[in-house]
């Protein structure tokens, strides 16, 4: 099969072909056609010369002296044929001395014979010039067809491996020379880097809003604080969350069992006050020592007044009514039935629905220089295409802790728009607060430098 193989010059050239498809490295490709080659054309010495890199490979060995006298005039022999428009395929020595009748000299010296060239298709990377040399004057050349395919398929697989890997930046490198050319006529300002450098500080000088974000609700401007009055257990609750009430209305009432019991005490001890000093009263008409004691029994008489007075105080201020209308904002009413309340503390709030405002939390790390009138929208998380204009009203002075385990400032904007029936108190969203105009590269790198900065001294 194998003497079959080496008999048949077309079954050479498919082979060769499929050897040459399996290479995978361009220093390999070039030993196998200096060296292979002689299955289809016998010949003594195979010589690969590239244009602009010299001798790259040579036939029956794997390093060559570059500087050697051979090595120096084969190179200038290669470069004068591959110079030539119309190189013959067939050289002999009358070729060469037609061309340079020095290297014509050292022809027998070196070669003797003759000479086969091919200029390898490359398709704008030639690889250069493979000669053949020290044929035999009988050698038959009928084969030639064949070299010239199989050359054409080395060239191919050339090409496949020398092909650079990244393209866009070998395209961008000509089009940026191209561009260079077609520049250096113009002035400075006209030309595209100086236009595109311009262009981006431009770019990083545009003013943009400087904008930060924040946690807020809906909340009332100016609730009324329904607090307790006086301490006890809370019995019942007369209004529910979010209802309207007017003023005078009951909200809720204490259990009120153990005042009227102390009601009556103080009421009984009153009588009992009164009935004596109506006694003693009548009997200092004739008794000295009954008129020293009506002094004493006046100033008695009038603490339990005063006792039974202030416990009906109390007693009235068990139900606790509406000082002002709006509407009522309490969690869950049945959270404080049978709870104990201490005096002062606050059980709900009485807000007025015209008169609401936003209630935002500002970070650390965002709290800007704003103006004093700063604008602030408000982005509900139920209605995200609906948001609120508001107008700042104030900022805390000092950072407060949050639930959420950090620290934040209180910040408070007045709605611009009377609030319509869709804007309820307790409303979440996020506020976005403007801190006036910027260049875009302050906006762009603002964060990344406080953050670089928590860890460098600069």
Same mark, same amino acid.
């Given at each position: 099969?194998?003497?079959?193989?080496?008999?048949?010059?077309?079954?050479?050239?498919?082979?060769?072909?499929?050897?040459? =498809?399996?290479?995978?490295?361009?220093?390999?490709?070039?030993?196998?056609?200096?060296?292979? /080659?002689?299955?289809?054309?016998?010949?003594?010495?195979?010589?690969?010369? =590239?244009?602009?890199?010299?001798?790259?490979?040579?036939? &029956?060995?794997?390093?060559?002296?570059?500087?050697?006298?051979?090595?120096?005039?084969?190179?200038?022999?290669?470069?004068?044929?591959?110079?030539?428009?119309?190189?013959?395929?067939?050289?002999?020595? !009358?070729?060469?001395?037609?061309?340079?009748? @020095?290297?014509?000299?050292?022809?027998?010296?070196?070669?003797?014979?003759?000479?086969?060239?091919?200029?390898?298709?490359?398709?704008?990377?030639?690889?250069?010039?493979?000669?053949?040399?020290?044929?035999?004057?009988?050698?038959?050349?009928?084969?030639?067809?064949?070299?010239?395919?199989?050359? /054409?398929? #080395?060239?191919?697989?050339?090409?496949?491996?020398?092909?650079?890997?990244?393209?866009?930046?070998?395209?961008?490198?000509?089009?940026?020379?191209?561009?260079?050319?077609?520049?250096? *006529?113009?002035? #400075?300002?006209?030309?595209?880097?100086?236009?595109?450098?311009? !262009?981006?500080?431009? @770019?990083?000088?545009?003013?943009?809003?400087?904008?930060?974000?924040?946690?807020?609700?809906?909340?009332?401007?100016?609730?009324?604080?329904?607090?307790?009055?006086? *301490?006890?257990?809370?019995?019942?609750?007369?209004?529910?969350?979010?209802?309207?009430?007017?003023?005078?209305?009951?909200?809720?009432?204490?259990?009120?069992?153990?005042?009227?019991?102390?009601?009556?005490?103080?009421?009984?001890?009153?009588?009992?006050?009164?009935?004596?000093?109506?006694?003693? $009263?009548?009997?200092?008409?004739?008794?000295?020592?009954?008129?020293?004691?009506?002094?004493? @029994?006046?100033?008695?008489?009038?603490?339990?007044?005063?006792?039974?007075?202030?416990?009906? !105080?109390?007693?009235?201020?068990?139900?606790?009514?509406?000082?002002?209308?709006?509407?009522?904002?309490?969690?869950?009413?049945?959270?404080?039935? &049978?709870?104990?309340?201490?005096?002062?503390?606050?059980?709900?709030?009485?807000?007025?629905? +015209? *008169?609401?405002?936003?209630?935002?939390?500002?970070?650390?790390?965002?709290?800007?220089?704003?103006?004093?009138?700063?604008?602030?929208?408000?982005?509900? $998380?139920?209605?995200?295409?609906?948001?609120?204009?508001?107008?700042?009203?104030?900022?805390?002075?000092?950072?407060?802790?949050?639930?959420?385990?950090?620290? $934040?400032?209180?910040?408070?904007?007045?709605?611009?728009?009377?609030?319509?029936? +869709?804007?309820?108190?307790?409303? =979440?969203?996020?506020?976005?607060?403007?801190?006036?105009?910027?260049?875009?590269?302050? #906006?762009?790198?603002?964060?990344?430098?406080?953050?670089? =900065?928590?860890?460098?001294?600069?």
């Amino acid at each position: 099969m194998t003497q079959n193989l080496e008999q048949n010059p077309l079954l050479i050239t498919l082979d060769l072909a499929h050897r040459a =498809r399996t290479v995978g490295e361009l220093q390999g490709l070039f030993f196998m056609l200096v060296n292979d /080659s002689k299955r289809l054309l016998p010949y003594r010495q195979a010589v690969l010369w =590239r244009e602009g890199q010299g001798i790259a490979c040579v036939s &029956g060995v794997t390093q060559f002296d570059a500087g050697s006298p051979y090595m120096l005039w084969l190179g200038k022999l290669c470069q004068l044929l591959y110079a030539q428009a119309e190189l013959p395929r067939l050289l002999h020595v !009358g070729d060469v001395a037609a061309l340079d009748p @020095l290297l014509a000299e050292a022809w027998s010296q070196w070669l003797g014979g003759s000479l086969v060239c091919f200029v390898l298709p490359a398709e704008g990377d030639t690889p250069g010039l493979l000669c053949l040399m020290q044929l035999e004057p009988e050698q038959d050349t009928a084969s030639m067809p064949l070299l010239e395919e199989w050359f /054409s398929t #080395w060239a191919y697989c050339y090409r496949a491996l020398a092909r650079p890997r990244f393209q866009w930046r070998h395209v961008l490198r000509r089009r940026w020379q191209q561009w260079r050319s077609l520049e250096e *006529e113009l002035p #400075w300002w006209k030309r595209r880097h100086a236009v595109f450098g311009m !262009g981006v500080v431009a @770019l990083l000088l545009f003013p943009v809003q400087l904008t930060v974000l924040a946690p807020a609700e809906i909340v009332p401007a100016r609730p009324v604080m329904v607090r307790a009055p006086l *301490e006890g257990v809370i019995k019942q609750f007369f209004v529910q969350p979010n209802t309207r009430v007017k003023v005078g209305q009951p909200l809720y009432a204490y259990d009120d069992e153990a005042l009227r019991a102390k009601l009556e005490v103080a009421s009984q001890a009153l009588q009992a006050a009164e009935s004596e000093y109506r006694q003693y $009263a009548q009997l200092a008409l004739s008794d000295q020592k009954s008129k020293n004691q009506i002094a004493a @029994l006046q100033a008695k008489l009038n603490e339990k007044q005063i006792e039974q007075e202030f416990l009906q !105080g109390q007693l009235a201020r068990a139900t606790v009514l509406a000082s002002s209308d709006g509407v009522a904002v309490i969690d869950e009413p049945t959270e404080w039935i &049978g709870k104990p309340v201490q005096i002062g503390e606050r059980v709900m709030k009485l807000a007025r629905p +015209d *008169e609401l405002e936003v209630e935002a939390w500002l970070s650390l790390s965002d709290r800007l220089d704003f103006a004093s009138d700063a604008e602030l929208r408000f982005y509900r $998380a139920a209605l995200p295409f609906s948001p609120l204009d508001a107008r700042l009203r104030y900022i805390a002075y000092e950072a407060q802790p949050r639930p959420e385990g950090h620290f $934040a400032y209180r910040v408070r904007a007045g709605l611009l728009q009377q609030p319509s029936g +869709d804007v309820q108190i307790g409303q =979440r969203g996020t506020a976005k607060l403007y801190a006036g105009w910027t260049p875009l590269v302050y #906006w762009a790198l603002r964060k990344p430098i406080a953050a670089v =900065r928590q860890y460098l001294a600069i």
